[in-house]
């Protein structure tokens, strides 16, 4: 009688793909002339060097007033990697947009908010169907302080954190943020494109803040803002600060 054959020995997985929110800057690109485009994030670098040092960022070349070739963005994304950040992706456009990706062998991104632009009227049926509400998402609550190298988002909710959020340290939300102590780190809201996202903080001391991808760095805090209760909106492409309750 012929012996079973012995099992053969299990492997464990060599890798795990697992998908989850990254912070991501948007390079919106009105040249393809790689010398200014250096000379301009190398004046942006040098403001907060270790904010943007090998930082990831995406090419978003829709404010071009022609379509670029893979040469051209060859180039910028070579200007990009010398001012010290890298290229990983482009921002989804249009149908030469992705072809350009597929030449160049990059991802096209989304969840960027696209250029404000007016949408041309669209006729409504006459009694069009009630919309389902969206779906109810309780606001999460962070109670600890946030440290360095972490991150807490808050996904398709507000966030509420009762403590301090450290340098280093970095909150999200696709709404809005609010931090009941002290802002040392980076706040991000409308983290998915909500432009009527709003940042606040009772203590502002912040790196970054950033509403529906327009952000600002903060090498120097203005002396109106430094250590005050703020709030943070974007009006049209402007991102607004301003004191709470003064």
């Known amino acids: 009688?012929?012996?079973?054959?012995?099992?053969?020995?299990?492997?464990?997985?060599?890798?795990?793909?697992?998908?989850?929110?990254?912070?991501?800057?948007?390079?919106?690109?009105?040249?393809?002339?790689?010398?200014?485009?250096?000379?301009?994030?190398t004046g942006r670098v040098a403001t907060a060097p270790r904010f943007f040092e090998r930082t990831a960022v995406c090419l978003d070349l829709s404010a071009l007033d022609?379509?670029?070739?893979?040469?051209?963005?060859?180039?910028?994304?070579?200007?990009?990697?010398?001012?010290?950040?890298?290229?990983?992706?482009?921002?989804?456009?249009?149908?030469?947009?992705?072809?350009?990706a597929r030449s160049l062998d990059l991802p096209v991104l989304t969840y960027f908010r696209p250029p404000s632009t007016r949408a041309p009227p669209v006729l409504q049926p006459a009694e069009p169907p009630a919309p389902e509400p969206p779906p109810s998402h309780p606001t999460l609550m962070q109670h600890q302080p946030v440290r360095s190298g972490q991150r807490v988002y808050a996904r398709h909710r507000d966030l509420v954190v009762t403590s301090t959020v450290g340098a280093g340290a970095e909150v999200m939300a696709d709404g809005c943020v609010h931090i009941y102590g002290t802002l040392r780190g980076r706040a991000m809201a409308g983290a998915r494109g909500?432009?009527?996202?709003?940042?606040?903080?009772?203590?502002?001391?912040?790196?970054?803040?950033?509403?529906?991808?327009?952000?600002?760095?903060?090498?120097?805090?203005?002396?109106?803002?430094?250590?005050?209760?703020?709030?943070?909106?974007?009006?049209?492409?402007?991102?607004?600060?301003?004191?709470?309750?003064?």
């Open 1 to 41: 009688m012929n012996k079973p054959a012995a099992d053969a020995p299990r492997t464990s997985a060599v890798l795990d793909i697992r998908f989850g929110q990254v912070g991501l800057a948007q390079v919106r690109i009105r040249t393809t002339d790689p010398g200014a485009i250096l000379d301009e994030l």
């Open 66 to 100: 022609r379509e670029p070739d893979v040469a051209e963005i060859r180039a910028v994304a070579d200007a990009v990697r010398r001012a010290g950040m890298i290229a990983v992706g482009l921002a989804h456009g249009t149908a030469a947009t992705e072809t350009l």
């Open 194 to 246: 909500e432009v009527s996202a709003r940042m606040f903080c009772q203590e502002f001391h912040a790196e970054l803040v950033s509403i529906a991808g327009v952000f600002r760095v903060f090498e120097t805090i203005p002396p109106e803002l430094a250590g005050r209760p703020v709030q943070a909106w974007l009006a049209g492409d402007d991102l607004k600060f301003a004191r709470i309750g003064a």
